[in-house]
């Protein structure tokens, strides 16, 4: 990796630690919150790429393993994935190549309806197949009840899954030769 990609790693890990400052939203009736850190993970992996996007995040999560306060609430530590949200974090890495992957793939040039889809599949897929069946374990739900409770996070992440691909045409054009 050239000194560059690292810059862009860390940049990227660094920025969803910092969305971790802002207040987590509770969802009635499930103990994980809604916060902004899936924008990181969309930005990462739509901006840098699968490889270096997925690395970012992976910095990211390794440090709440451990045990920098990164998380919302300043949560960190290898107790956090045992715990209700620990599949929602452990699968930032994986959405966030995913989302580089596919963009790699099916979104070389500004495209802004596939860039939503792309951050949709991932951001929400990925995260959601991950997560929801981890929340289900650790908080003692049916499977459905996870689900139906993980609903409530569907609007919001639509919405940062537009916000990340409308951040991305900006990059594009203020940045025509970033490499992914």
Known sequence: MKTLDLVYVGLFAALTAVLGLLPPVPVPGLPVPITAQTLG???????????????????????????????????????????????????????????????????????????????IIGGLGVVYAIGVPWLAVAAKLSLVQALAGSAAFIPGDVVKAVLASVTLQAVWRAMPDLKR
């Open 41 to 119: 993970v969309m930005l990462a992996g739509s901006i840098l790429g699968g490889k270096r996007g997925g690395l970012a995040l992976l910095v990211f999560v390794v440090l709440v393993a451990i045990g920098l306060p990164v998380l919302p609430g300043g949560r960190g530590g290898l107790g956090v994935f045992l715990g209700p949200s620990g599949g929602f974090v452990a699968a930032f890495p994986v959405a966030a190549a995913v989302i580089g992957w596919l963009m790699e793939r099916f979104c070389r040039r500004p495209h802004l309806p596939k860039a939503i889809a792309i951050n």
